[in-house]
């Protein structure tokens, strides 16, 4: 049974990420979960989400959800949240664009969430060190993002930088 930890996977693109939070969870259970927090805008994003499963394997649960993660009991698990950019494009997306309210459901959804004694593992991304965008929503958006990164880091048990393939603990 896992104990409650929270671990945030942090990095650029293709800094392997994702990678690394699978082979730890791997490492911590043989059947972890597998939380996906994408919206399958369409036929092609929902093939690209199949062969995703199918890569990862029979051994994971596969659980996808937008927006309400508490929904899920999770108690005892080793969880992937994959990941908390996409997540946080939903509350954006369904909010108009709205950084403090999109912030303020965020925040509240993560705190019922993270109550679980579960081993959650989220994956982010570093969207800020891109540069600043010319386009006023993007900017909201990387606010937004950059928030609510700091926010689970700061209740994060454990952070870990992503570069290059490159795992460097933070905390």
Known sequence: MAEKHIVLVTG?????????????????????????????WDDEFR??????????????????EEKYLSRHDLNGRVVVIDCVTLWSTNFFFDNESDTNRSLAELKEEFNK??????????????????GVSPDAVQRRFTDLQGWI?????????????????????VK
């Open 47 to 64: 093939e690209r989400v199949l062969r995703h499963q199918a890569d990862r394997g029979p051994e994971w649960t596969n659980i996808e």
């Open 12 to 40: 650029g693109q293709r800094s392997g990420k994702s990678g690394y939070a699978q082979k730890l969870a791997l490492s911590l259970t043989a059947n972890p979960v597998y939380l996906a927090t994408s919206r399958v």
């Open 113 to 130: 969430f993270t109550k679980q004694e579960a081993y959650l593992i989220f994956v982010t991304n570093e969207i800020g060190l891109g």
């Open 149 to 169: 990164n700091q926010y689970i880091a700061s209740r994060a048990d454990e952070v870990i930088l992503m570069v290059s393939g490159i795992p460097m603990k």
